[in-house]
């Protein structure tokens, strides 16, 4: 397992340590890992800090339950509907299983079927 990787389990005050731990061996050190936490996002800001690509699987599953709850009240409150019906909703593709193509497919098709009534 690489370096980064045992630093990104234990997460940001493993980093810190290390830029703090690089400074005080030799200033350009502590520099240089101070420039990689911050460009990698790792310190939540930076080229990808907004993306939170570093979270860990049980952080990334209570975000993901926390956005549904949020998108669930928001959709009950200003329609007065379920937004996990899924009679709510004309068609729904999981383009992760089959594919991004397969969304052209199907509008391809259903283009095809309503033009001909």
């Known amino acids: 397992m690489p370096i980064t990787a045992k630093l990104d389990e234990i997460g940001k005050p493993a980093w810190i340590a290390l830029i703090i731990l690089g400074f ?7 520099l240089s890992v101070l420039a990689f936490t911050i460009w990698s996002g790792r310190m939540g800001c930076g080229y990808y800090g907004g993306q939170d690509r570093w979270l ?29 019906d899924p009679l709510e909703y004309h068609i729904t593709v999981n383009t992760g299983r089959l594919g991004p193509l ?12 309503w033009s001909s009534r």
């Open 56 to 84: 860990r699987e049980e952080p990334a599953r209570q975000l993901i339950d926390e956005t549904d709850a949020q998108r669930r009240r928001f959709f009950e409150n200003a329609f007065g509907v379920d937004w996990s």
């Open 24 to 30: 005080m061996a030799w200033w350009p050190l502590g």
């Open 102 to 113: 397969a969304v052209d497919l199907v509008t391809l098709l259903a283009a095809r079927h």
